[in-house]
């Protein structure tokens, strides 16, 4: 698994509220990503993070930001969470020449 | 838009059978082609990968073919077993600089090998 933990593993909210996702490695790797999936369209890149602090937007950045204040952890938050995001979010980092994914979070939103 | 079509959307092969998945890519500028296996519940796994300077690689069963020409490129598994049930994804992307880990995906395809 790469070090990567997500928390948490399955989450239920309410449409409008806040909602934050966590993601954590343990090997110190610079880039970081976060995917959501869902039938029909694979996965799809939100943001991604290059550096501590340094992020970017990816193909479907709309109703979420991330931050990265230590390497560590890549926090995706829904400022206002809406039906249209329940899905299932993934965690990526770069090694090497390759991109390894956690487990993924399973949030509903009600 | 970038994107990578994949199919079939699902696939039904028998044990000991060749299980052959497709994706065709637009952006000519795409120089990774990743493949990953997927079980229920887990995070998509690499599985193999090329570069568009081969036209071929293979890793025991598995087996990513590539046509630059036609923006093409596909998976094959041979003698497919019970234990290859799983969705597949195939992928595109780049290999260096800040791009790389930027992947865009394929529908996934769920294959099932029947004993």
């Known amino acids: 698994d790469a070090g990567i933990t997500q928390s948490p593993r399955h989450k239920v909210t309410e449409t409008g509220t806040p909602v934050t996702l966590r993601c954590h490695q343990t090997e110190n790797h610079r880039y970081m990503y976060w995917y959501r999936q869902d039938p029909g369209h694979g996965l799809r890149l939100i943001h991604y993070s290059y550096g501590v602090k340094d992020t970017d937007k990816g193909e479907v950045s709309d109703g979420y930001s991330v931050s990265r204040s230590k390497t560590e952890d890549f926090l995706l938050t829904l400022e206002s969470a809406t039906s249209s995001q329940t899905s299932v979010y993934f965690c990526?980092?770069?090694?090497?020449?390759?991109?390894?994914f956690g487990q993924g979070t399973r949030l509903t939103v009600v | 838009q970038q994107q990578v079509k994949q199919s079939p959307q699902s696939l039904i092969v028998q044990k000991g059978g060749i299980s052959i998945i497709n994706c065709a890519y637009e952006n000519t500028a795409f120089d990774y082609f990743p493949w990953y296996q997927q079980f229920p519940g887990k995070g998509p796994a690499l599985l193999i990968a090329i570069r568009p300077d081969v036209s071929e690689k293979k890793e025991g069963r598995f087996t990513i073919s590539f046509n630059k020409s036609a923006k093409q490129f596909s998976l094959h598994i041979m003698d497919s077993q019970p234990g290859d049930s799983a969705t597949y994804f195939c992928a595109a992307g780049n290999a260096g600089g800040t791009s790389y880990g930027k992947l865009t995906f394929g529908q996934g395809t769920i294959l099932t090998v029947h004993p």
């Open positions: 990526a980092i770069r090694s090497l020449a390759e991109a390894f």
